[in-house]
């Protein structure tokens, strides 16, 4: 399919941005072969301050040496890409490659610098789709960018994209220069059907940028993602994690799959040093083929988990419908009040008991636009999935009995 957009990266970027002139350390010019003494970057050649001896290489068992950790990181992270792009490869004709990556602290690192790349503060606009996720708009207000809304299909429970709409918008308003859509959604956890994506992807004059957040891709069925589709779309940036199927929010590594042109200005503005090497050697561990097995085995017993909470909860009383979908590692439900009606001050006070005297902690999402009486909850272990059932019932018979 030949994209036929009015996209221009040159009249859609930051002219400051286009123009930067990225930082360079002496080992963009001269490679470490391990044989140099490096006397380039003022580090500490005596080594890290830690009160233990650091684990080598053979010793950490993470393709990392610890020693090492005197050292800047590499900038550039070709490895680590190598091995996101390998995992998300679909296409052997058009295969995503390094080139195609920007990685970050983190998915939220990537938001705010597409953010950066493409929105004069004061004047630029983004548009998001609520309910959904929160940091698309915080990143907007420090960067002084307006937030413009058109929310997803509010009547059917299901929270579709609404394409038309948000063409409509884009058509008014030259100064969107972003769409930010979540799939799965957060708090929605339904997948956006792509042909609605491929409509905004298509619209005839808007020149801005789509940005496809799939942070919670890997619950979804297998093929969902769009990030072998970057290949073919200027204007399509495809943000991922390693914070929730693979299990590592601590690390911090969030990836953004965009056009190469795109990526090298994300690339360009990031400072530097943002990934440090203790992150992108665990995630290259999380990324090989052992790691990618853990992760497979963890997300099954998650969605295990997952379809427990779907058969279980509906027979709790005061439970309504789930809404949104099923393609992620929590469910959106309903909370009733005595006449079966979602009642966003039942769920709050179900979200406060439950976690005031059972200790088990939801998040109440009653005050997002078509969430009215609803909590989000996260699948836990098969053990926290009993206690959350067995807590949940107790609270809503208290609640909903006073
Ligand atoms: C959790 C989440 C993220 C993850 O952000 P990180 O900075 O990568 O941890 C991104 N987008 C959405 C919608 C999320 O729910």
Redesign the pocket.
Same mark, same amino acid.
């Given at each position: 399919m030949a994209p036929t957009s009015a996209f221009n990266l040159q009249t859609c970027a930051r002219k400051n941005i286009l123009q930067l002139v990225p930082y360079r350390c002496a080992r963009d010019d001269y490679k470490d072969d391990g044989s140099n003494i490096l006397l380039d970057a003022n580090e500490n050649a005596y080594g890290p301050s830690l009160p233990f001896n650091c684990p080598d290489e053979s010793e950490a068992g993470i393709g990392y040496d610890y020693t090492h950790l005197n050292r800047y990181p590499d900038p550039h992270q070709e490895d680590l890409k190598r091995l996101f792009c390998n995992y998300r490869n679909k296409n052997p004709t058009k295969p995503l490659t390094p080139a195609n990556l920007f990685l970050g602290v983190?998915?939220?690192e990537a938001i705010d610098a597409v953010l950066r790349c493409f929105c004069i503060p004061g004047r630029d606009k983004i548009l998001t789709c609520p309910p959904t @996720?929160g +940091?698309y708009s915080v990143s907007a207000q420090v960067n002084d960018v307006e937030v413009i809304r058109e929310p997803l299909d509010l009547v059917s429970g299901e929270f579709e994209l609404r394409p038309d709409a948000i063409n409509k918008r884009l058509s008014e308003d030259p100064t969107i220069k972003l769409v930010y859509i979540?799939s799965p959604g957060?708090p929605t956890a339904g997948t956006v059907d792509p042909e609605a994506v491929r409509k905004v992807l298509a619209h005839p004059t808007w020149n801005g940028v789509i940005v496809v957040?799939e $942070? @919670?891709i890997d619950f979804a069925p297998e093929g969902s993602s769009l990030a072998p589709c970057v290949v073919d779309h200027p204007n399509l940036v495809v +943000?991922q994690?390693l914070?929730?199927a693979f299990g590592l $929010?601590g690390i911090?590594l969030?990836a953004a799959f965009t056009a190469p042109e795109i990526a090298r200005l994300l690339n360009n503005l990031k400072a530097p040093y943002s990934v440090s090497s203790t992150t992108s050697s665990l995630a290259m561990a999380a990324l090989s083929p052992a790691g990618l097995a853990v992760k497979n085995e963890n997300v099954r017993r998650l969605l295990v988990q997952r379809d427990r909470i779907i058969s279980e909860l509906p027979e709790l009383p005061g439970i309504g419908r789930f809404l949104g979908g099923f393609d992620s590692n929590f469910l959106l439900v309903e909370i009733l009040d005595n006449n079966a009606v979602p009642n966003s001050g039942v769920a709050k006070k179900v979200y406060e008991q439950l976690a005031e005297e059972h200790g088990v902690i939801v998040r109440y999402r009653g005050g997002e636009a078509g969430c009215t009486g609803c909590l989000r909850i996260t699948v836990g272990t098969e053990a926290e999935v009993g206690r959350l059932l067995k807590k949940l019932r107790e609270t809503l018979n208290a609640v909903r009995g006073e």
């Open positions: 983190g998915s939220d @996720y +940091m979540c957060n957040d $942070a @919670y +943000m994690t914070s929730k $929010a911090r969030g």
